[in-house]
């Protein structure tokens, strides 16, 4: 069965530092990954995906995430954080092998950003 | 392009009560999910529909049923409503299957008294 895990609940930056909000992986195959972020009283909006190919994936609002398959992971990265880079941000999987293919969700991290 | 539409926004409800949920996808979108966010179970896979089709179901009990129409326009019903339901119900529209993003409504807030 896949799954997904955030081993953060929150994370605290400073405005400027580099930030990493942690995702790892459980699935069977090769999986398709995912990185969403929902503000406050907001729908979530996606931020990047890995597929195939490069592990290195860049995505919306200078963020970018690697796929280390050694690792089963798929960490969330960005150089310098922003105060508005705050908000809740969710990992998430999919088995395209699986015949019951669904994506799923890992718990969502919150990550606050301290001018 | 419009974006993902749902309605209500709000619903207040009480126990035993039924509802029904609106979702209309992105022009053009043929996959819709659908999506419980609570504080305390995060986001819960409920529902998976493409082409009319319920293609993943999540393990939620029987009461919660859903099915998308022709347009792809989706609905999601739960019936004799519990207080545990009180959530956000996300609704989610992808080009297709599988390997694409999905985008997200601004959710139906539904409280149960």
């Known amino acids: 069965a896949q799954s997904v895990a955030q081993p953060e609940d929150q994370v605290n930056v400073a405005e400027g530092n580099p930030l990493t909000v942690k995702c790892t992986y459980s699935v069977s195959g090769n999986p398709y990954l995912f990185w969403y972020v929902q503000y406050p009283n907001r729908g979530l909006q996606f931020l990047l995906k890995y597929i195939t190919g490069d592990n290195l994936v860049k995505g919306s609002y200078g963020f970018e995430a690697e796929f280390n398959k050694s690792q089963t992971s798929f960490h969330l990265k960005k150089p310098s954080a922003l105060v508005s880079d705050s908000a809740l941000y969710f990992c998430a999987v999919r088995d395209p092998y699986s015949s019951a293919s669904k994506i799923i969700f890992g718990s969502g991290t919150r990550l606050s950003i301290r001018p | 392009k419009a974006g993902v539409t749902q309605t209500p926004r709000y619903l207040i409800k009480t126990r035993g009560q039924q509802v029904t949920l609106s979702c209309s996808p992105i022009?053009?979108?043929?996959?819709v999910s659908w999506y419980q966010q609570t504080p305390g179970q995060g986001l819960q896979f409920l529902f998976e529909y493409f082409s009319e089709t319920q293609r993943n179901k999540g393990n939620f009990p029987g009461r919660f049923s859903g099915r998308q129409f022709s347009n792809s326009r989706s609905e999601m019903n739960v019936s004799t409503l519990e207080l545990g339901d009180s959530a956000l119900y996300l609704c989610?529209?992808?080009?297709?299957?599988?390997?694409?993003?999905?985008?997200f409504g601004p959710g139906t807030r539904l409280t149960v008294l």
């Open positions: 989610a529209s992808s080009l297709g299957e599988l390997a694409h993003e999905q985008f």
């Open positions: 022009s053009g979108h043929r996959s």
